[in-house]
């Protein structure tokens, strides 16, 4: 089994979102960038597959030449090698164009992304990919078992979860769930030398066709500070629920 | 031309968020001088949808998708879209929403913008504003394709009346085999609950509450509120809670009218799940807890002592 992780280069949880070039750019100046959270419980499940079912996994990102540390990363978790497609991500559409030359290429029958990325939080690039490839697709996925190519997954739903069956190759977009987070590794020294050593292959991308594109950016209107109620006076927060909110 | 709107129902019955994607299609359909049209799948009761403008309802009724499969609903999308001319098309951004509309969009070769949070700014170009980092910010997007596909995110726009009185047509969609691949075999829902993607009120609990053994108050004031239940990350990464609780950025979100945080701190990360909410209340003992900052009300005090008492006074509130 040959599985390919999709993995985005995103600003850590707790960065300062602040935008430059008149609100048309993201401020990348003091920001620590990671794995998406997403892709990295994703890429943990490839692993299991890796070390229990003799899979392959390498490591995809669209980005420029600034990812490579992020992709560096997924390969000292444990990924084979990785490839990176040398263009600037414009949206969904894009990357997803780029993944299916990638996917074609490479001749995998599992892709691996995560639910959405933190950063555009669009959840776009694994339903377009596996629509574009004709590969079967499950969103939202929070477990997974594979048995030749029959597939068992189990997505979250409203208010519960829904088993699924299906066979590859297919496009999966996890969640936490499809490993737990205890189940994350850190990258430990040993990983990080062999890491240096394993192939990151650049390819040039293919005519890119976007159908979107950010104008600019905006901040939401700066939070008032909070009304403070005393614990002993619950009549008065109840009169505030009710007739200043109005959502009681 | 047309504005296409799905909206989406469960064992018959309209999703909360179908009224709102069709109250927001009339309007766009308004913006760009065009007819709406609402397409529901295995609905039963489409004239409820009337009331919110849809003029021209088409239903799909076919045994094959007596449950949610995405592939066979964005084929089905697909096909009505052609035969409409749709030149928009608009979901809800729920977990299905979100599942359904890359397909769409591929299929109708359209652009998509998703988590839409207000009617587009403008139409020439069409121009959408979206959630961006986790709600910390907005992105002004622009959809250049000819057809284009819009998700809306929950609770952004809201439901709004709009009645006229509207036709039902039916609609038979072909799905292929190929549609059907992913089969689904068991769904499994904790019944009798509101879901937190429906709910108008979300109680949530946090350590602050020292073990599962005390969520008894916690239940009972989602009770009195109508209010569905969540938790926090480190309550159902210590088995306290269900993991289909956990809200915040690796949980679910939350987009309520009213989040209460009971016992929460407010790590960055658990914030960023339940921003897009409209009202905070947080309940802490510490004054100093991050969560004070992000919250429109607070109460600093001990939840085993204001719970109980907030939940008293509810009834009385609720009775009168």
Sequence with gaps: MKILVCISHVPDTTSKINFTENDTKFDINGVQFVINPYDEFSLTRAMWFKENQGASVTVVNVGNASTEPTLRKALAIGADDAVRVNMEAIDGLSVAKQLVEVVKNGGYDLVLAGRESIDYNGGMVPGMLASLLDFNFVNGCVGMEIEGSSVKLTREIDGGNESLSTTLPLVVAGQKGIVEEKDLRIPNMRGIMMARKKPLNVVEPVADESATSIESFSKPAPKGTVKLVDADNIDELINLLHNEAKVI | ?320
């Design chain 2, 1 to 320: 031309m047309s504005v296409l709107v799905f909206a989406d129902s469960a064992e018959g019955k309209f999703k909360k968020s179908a009224f709102e994607v069709v109250s927001y299609g009339k309007k766009v359909a308004e913006q760009l001088g065009s007819n709406l049209v609402v397409l529901t799948i295995n609905a039963s009761k489409n004239e409820d949808l009337y009331v919110y403008g849809a003029e021209k309802v088409i239903s799909v009724s076919n045994d094959a998708v007596q449950t949610f499969n995405a592939k066979a609903y964005a084929s089905i999308i697909k096909q009505v879209a052609d035969a409409q001319g749709s030149s928009v098309v608009i979901l809800d951004s729920s977990i299905d929403g979100l599942f359904v509309a890359p397909m769409v969009a591929v299929a109708l070769n359209a652009g998509y913008a998703s988590n839409v949070v207000a009617l587009p700014s403008a139409t020439s170009p069409f121009t959408v504003k979206r959630k961006a980092f986790s709600s910390k910010a907005f992105s002004n997007t622009v959809i250049s394709s000819d057809k284009k596909v819009i998700g809306v995110s929950k609770n952004a726009y809201g439901i709004h009346e709009n009645a006229v009185s509207g036709t039902i047509e039916t609609f038979d969609a072909v799905i292929s085999e190929a549609d059907l691949r992913i089969k689904s075999e068991k769904n499994e829902k904790f019944s009798g609950k509101v879901t937190i993607a429906d709910a108008d009120i979300v109680v949530s609990a946090g350590r602050g509450l020292k073990g599962p053994e005390n969520w008894g108050m916690i239940e009972e004031l989602a009770d009195v509120l109508g209010a569905a239940t969540a938790c926090s990350k480190p309550v159902s990464d210590l088995g306290w809670r269900p993991h289909g609780e956990h809200v915040g950025q690796t949980g679910k979100p939350v987009a309520s009218n009213l989040y209460i945080a009971i016992g929460i701190s407010g790590a960055i990360q658990h914030l960023a799940g339940i921003n897009a909410s409209k009202v905070k209340l947080v309940i802490n003992t510490d004054p100093e807890a991050p969560f004070f900052k992000a919250a429109d009300y607070g109460i600093v005090g001990d939840a085993f002592e204001v719970v109980p008492k907030l939940i008293e006074k509810l009834k009385a509130f609720k009775q009168a």
